[in-house]
């Protein structure tokens, strides 16, 4: 567990300690670590982890108007749907995941129920969802680092279209939300 995490760990203690269920959101800026963190508290804690990338939009959907929504790039209805019941009720629950490499839901993801249940991703802490977390982590990056990142990960085509549309997309809807205001820590 990194040092980085130690703000996230120390509250997660204090929710566990007082006997409570925690869901946490994960939210922030692109190639911020965001999921690496998620992954390295879910092991920590073995805790499941539901990812807002499963909840990007379907083709049919991704209309001019849609996107122009600060947070509009999200499948708000279908996580409210097939999460936000669950989440609040404590209980196991499944969903389809979506991939957009191929535009189509991919497999069912089982989530258990747990003392820790993590939602990581952007579009996390999107308003519409309402005060579902216990705790919410605004992740930030500097735009050298970021432009890095995605570099190694994604490559120039990935950066490319991160840098033209999806980062400006995100960055609206924080400016448009105030995700990092919001959140209970920042990172």
């Not at 929710?15 to 800026?29: C, E, N, P, S």
């Not at 490499?101 to 820790?116: E, W, Y």
């Not at 705790?135 to 840098?163: M, P």
Request: contains cysteine; negative net charge.
């Amino acid at each position: 567990m990194t040092d980085r995490l130690t703000p996230i760990q120390a509250a997660l203690e204090a929710r566990k300690a007082a006997g409570k269920r925690t869901v946490l959101a994960i939210d922030g800026m692109a190639a911020a670590g965001k999921s690496t963190a998620a992954e390295a508290l879910s092991r920590h804690w073995n805790a499941p982890v539901v990812h807002m990338d499963d909840f990007f939009l379907p083709s049919e959907l991704r209309t001019t108007e849609r996107l122009a929504e600060p947070g509009g790039n999200v499948h708000y209805e279908r996580f409210a749907a097939e999460v936000l019941p669950h989440l609040a009720a404590g209980e196991a629950f499944s969903y389809r995941a979506f991939r957009c490499s191929t535009m189509t839901f991919d497999d069912i993801k089982m989530i258990t129920a747990a003392p820790l249940v993590i939602v990581e991703g952007a579009y996390a802490m999107h308003p519409i969802f309402g005060d579902y977390a216990d705790l919410t982590v605004f992740f930030s990056i500097g735009t050298e680092e970021q432009q890095h990142r995605i570099l190694a990960r994604d490559g120039e085509d990935g950066w490319e279209a991160f840098h033209t549309r999806w980062i400006p997309m995100e960055n609206a809807y924080h400016a448009a939300f105030h995700t990092r205001e919001r959140a209970d820590i920042l990172l």
